[in-house]
């Protein structure tokens, strides 16, 4: 996961499939979401297309049952 620096591009389905597979391994290890879920966010928006982020945003922004 090192797009934040803009080197290394994936599609979305192949960041989803990453994002699984680590998610996976994490649970596996015992780490529960509730213990990553602070830091994993800003780590996948960073990973995302500048356009994707947008839209997250305004539907986050938009939504008024969302947290965050």
């Not at 994936?10 to 499939?17: A, C, G, I, K, T």
């Not at 015992?30 to 500048?50: H, I, M, N, Y």
Request: charged content about 30%; some cysteine; aromatic content about 6%.
């Amino acid at each position: 996961m090192q797009n934040a620096t803009g080197r290394i591009k994936l599609e979305l389905s192949e960041l989803y499939d990453v994002l699984k597979s680590k998610l996976l391994a994490l649970e596996s290890l015992g780490r529960t979401q509730e213990k990553f879920a602070d830091f994993l966010e800003p780590l996948v928006e960073s990973c995302l297309p500048e356009a994707i982020v947008r839209a997250w945003e305004r539907c986050r922004n938009a939504d008024p049952t969302s947290e965050g």
